[in-house]
């Protein structure tokens, strides 16, 4: 393979960049563009050692630097692996990786240098994947379950219960094509014992998918409600600033406003709308309305919020009406006045979570942030846990779960052993495309073509 190269660190000024190079031809083309004070070649460097000199384009310096060694096999990608290291200005940046690129190398490809890693075998897909969650992470939640998936614990939960598998499913083989030896029959219970172990593991991965999705990617939450109900006000408190402006006076919202928060172990990428309401003759706000009902549609989450100073009104009603669809939490705001509103009469209205609040003196929330917790599952989130994190990985569990449980539909039914055979090789194949084993480049393609560069 050739060699490549890349800025691995942010495309942004810093005190420190580096430009990464990797591949057969690392230590030279390094050697190329970079000289040590001491004079010592990159080449002639044991791995994990480090160099002070100059990196330079032809007779040209360019910057001091420092260039770390790791020798393959002992490195990221199981190559070759220079890091050259030096002020992070932009422009330096882009002149080191270009005197790197004119001494040969060529540009990385987006997670080049981890598809290589995965392909040299230092790690499997699902732990390939992890990386660039673990990059993403946005909470301790999230960093602590992605470095725990690309510590392999995901990977050692699969390789598990496919060796469970693979056991059953040759013992069975053999006694099915060597009746005359005197191989004892695998009975029915025990195969079955067997099969709903794994089972039940690959169901309980595929139960904490969601909240592990919300944990790592956050959630689209939309804010509903009638007008001056206090949308924005609750925006404000809970993104701990005053983003969106409060009066008031109905309908100062006209579009919808957003905002990334940390609520509890999660992110809500907050939608605060237009009041919601079905008799009004501004134009500008009805195109406020239907944006609003767009952005309630498309959300995993809605907070609804009712006046507690105000009665129920037949657009409250038709707003809960529309959320018993979706996962909802009915915020109740503004108790610190006087109450008119029929708590009573709102449970007969939803079966939604009710919260009661006060967004104007932040009373409440911590209340609020464990109904949000409860309600999309993250409530006593395990990071520690096996974690499917992707659609791909989620893809190839449910399939391997139809596969065992046509396995054990079949030994219920009597099926022959081999046709049961059939459905736990298919559940191990399954599997195995999850980590990589039996993935088609077209698989591999798909995990890495969302990669930055450099990584």
């Given amino acids: 393979m050739s060699t490549i190269a890349a800025i691995a660190t942010a495309q942004a000024a810093a005190g420190l960049g580096t430009v990464k190079i990797s591949g057969e031809n690392a230590l030279t083309v ?35 630097a420092v260039a770390l060694v790791f020798r393959a096999p002992k490195s990221y990608t199981g190559e070759d692996v220079v890091e050259i290291s030096c002020h992070g200005g932009l422009y330096i940046l882009k002149r080191v990786l270009r005197a790197v690129l004119n001494a040969g190398a060529v540009p990385a490809e987006g997670g080049e240098f981890t598809k290589r890693a995965f392909l040299n075998g230092k790690m499997d897909l699902s732990e390939a994947e992890a990386v660039m969650s673990l990059i993403s992470a946005s909470g301790e939640e999230a960093r602590a379950a992605t470095l725990n998936a690309l510590d392999g614990a995901l990977s050692r939960e699969i390789a598990d219960c496919r060796d469970k598998l693979a056991v059953a499913a040759a013992f069975m083989a053999a006694w099915v094509d060597y009746p005359d030896d005197e191989i004892p029959e695998l009975s029915d219970d025990e195969m079955t014992n067997t099969l709903t172990d794994v089972h039940n593991r690959l169901e309980k991965l595929l139960s904490g998918f969601d909240a592990g999705k919300a944990i790592l990617e956050g959630i689209d939450t939309a804010i509903v409600g009638r007008p001056n109900v206090g949308k924005s006000t609750l925006l404000n408190a809970l993104s701990g ?85 979706k996962n909802c939490i009915v915020v109740v705001n503004k108790t610190d006045g006087e109450i008119r509103l029929s708590m009573s009469e709102l449970k007969t209205l939803t079966d939604n979570t009710i919260v009661e609040i006060s967004a104007k003196n932040s009373l409440g929330l911590e209340t609020l942030t464990n109904a949000i917790e409860e309600t999309v599952g993250t409530a006593g989130f395990d990071p520690s846990a096996p974690l499917i994190t992707t659609e791909r990985q989620r893809s190839c569990v449910v399939k391997a779960v139809e596969n065992i449980e046509e396995a054990l539909s079949g030994i219920q039914m009597g099926i022959t052993p081999d046709a049961v055979n059939v459905c736990i090789d298919c559940a191990i194949e399954n599997l195995c495309v999850l980590t990589g084993e039996k993935a088609t480049q077209t698989v591999v393609d798909e995990v890495f073509k969302n990669f930055c560069v450099g990584k």
Avoid: W
Avoid at 38 to 53: D, F, Q, V
């Fill in 241 to 325: 600033s005053e983003r969106a402006i409060v009066t008031s006076v109905a309908g100062t919202t006209r579009d919808v406003l957003e905002e990334t928060v940390r609520v509890g172990n999660i992110t809500l990428r907050l939608a605060d709308t237009a009041g919601i309401r079905e008799n009004t003759d501004d134009e500008i706000e009805k195109i406020g309305v239907e944006r609003a009902k767009e952005r309630f549609d498309r959300a995993s989450l809605v907070l609804m919020v009712l006046d507690a100073q105000n009665e129920i009104s037949d657009d409250d009603k038709e707003l809960l009406a529309m959320c018993k669809r």
């Fill in 30 to 64: 390094a050697d190329s563009v970079f000289s040590a004070v001491s004079g010592k070649k990159i080449s002639e460097t044991p791995g994990y050692r480090a160099l002070y000199g100059k990196v330079h384009d032809g007779e040209t310096v360019i910057d001091d």
